[in-house]
């Protein structure tokens, strides 16, 4: 289906399917300057775009709202066109997103979506014009959405970003991958690239997701926690570079805020090769900043950066000495037990 300059609603509330599909740029819809309404369920699977952007969905200066259940599976974005991927863009193993915003207003799902020589996995969003809020994209999350086995052979294995993405009611990254075997290969759930605000207002799981860097999470634009019920949890996640952050990695400008009073539970998430790995849940690299701000963190971070960081009290925690390690209870360094 592709449309420009319409409004479509489906107003039945039976599932709209969009199954099997191929193309180029968005196998099972491309919209340009439309607005598109679902409000019954949506199935896309199976669908698979060669050498463009978007398995399923691809959408430029759009809006589109699920108003019921969405589910994104098995779909999959078979490489890029190099002037696509250097000049615009290009990625989205479900969905691209380019000045356009989407809204999931019930439970939505991602599940083992694919970018091949592509940029996230499931989801890739983006505006061309970081200046102005009418060309800036964002998605919007009310309830929760779940990434489950999607994988991207640069970045971003679920999601990579560079606006605003908003789960408002939570959500949980399982099992995704960015590639481990090229040093582009960051953020197994998340690439947040300059420009992205990744902000949470329900629980966030991160689990057994892996890349070669920021085996969860690469941070190069702001990521945040916004109140009490937006705990969360890191445990499983791997990085093949010892020193990549297992976990998460803030880089040049990246910054982390975990606070409101609601717990943060890291480990055991390892960095290196299968045959000698170690624990290092939070890698910082200079320019980066790491605040949590609530002094409820739960457990041992384990914490490594070249830099002095705030942690949760407003203090500074710098990196820890040979045999000791950050604790977020006691915000400070403790001999490693």
Not at 224 to 247: D, E, I, L, M, Y
């Amino acid at each position: 289906m592709h449309l420009r300059g319409a409004t479509a609603t489906f107003a039945s509330s039976r599932t709209v399917q969009f199954i099997g599909n191929r193309g180029t740029y968005g196998a099972a819809l491309k919209a340009q300057q439309s607005n598109i309404q679902f409000n019954g369920p949506v199935l896309a699977a199976d669908n698979i775009a060669n050498a463009g952007a978007g398995g399923a969905f691809h959408l430029v200066l759009s809006n589109v709202t699920f108003s019921a259940r969405a589910t994104l599976r098995n779909n999959s974005l078979d490489g890029c066109r190099d002037e696509w991927y250097f000049d615009e863009g290009c990625g989205g193993g479900a969905m691209f997103v380019r000045d356009s915003q989407v809204t999931h207003a019930e439970r939505a799902a991602y599940l083992r979506n694919t970018a091949s020589g592509a940029d996230g996995g499931a989801v890739y969003i983006f505006g061309l014009s970081f200046g102005s809020d009418s060309l800036n994209s964002s998605l919007l999350a009310t309830k929760v959405v779940t990434f489950n086995g999607n994988s991207a052979t640069r970045a971003g294995g679920a999601v990579w970003m560079a606006n605003a993405v908003t789960f408002a009611g939570g959500a949980n990254f399982l099992s995704n991958s960015a590639s481990q075997e090229e040093s582009s290969g960051s953020g197994g759930a998340v690439h947040v690239n300059p420009g992205g605000a990744l902000a949470f207002g329900g629980p966030a799981t991160f689990r057994n997701n892996i890349a070669s860097t920021g085996g969860a999470v690469t941070l190069r634009g702001s990521m945040s926690f916004a109140n009490n019920k937006s705990r969360s949890c890191w445990v499983g996640n791997s990085a093949s570079v010892t020193t990549g952050g297992a976990a998460l990695r803030i880089e040049a400008n990246g910054r982390a805020l975990f606070g409101m009073l609601a717990p943060h539970n890291f480990g055991p998430n390892r960095g290196g090769p299968l045959t000698d790995r170690t624990e290092l849940d939070i890698k910082v690299l200079a320019g980066g900043s790491y605040v949590c701000d609530s002094g409820q963190g739960a457990g041992d971070y384990n914490v490594e950066g070249n830099l002095c960081a705030a942690s949760c009290r407003m203090r500074q925690s710098c990196k820890c000495p040979a045999g000791q390690v950050f604790a977020a209870k006691q915000c400070s360094c403790q001999r490693e037990v």
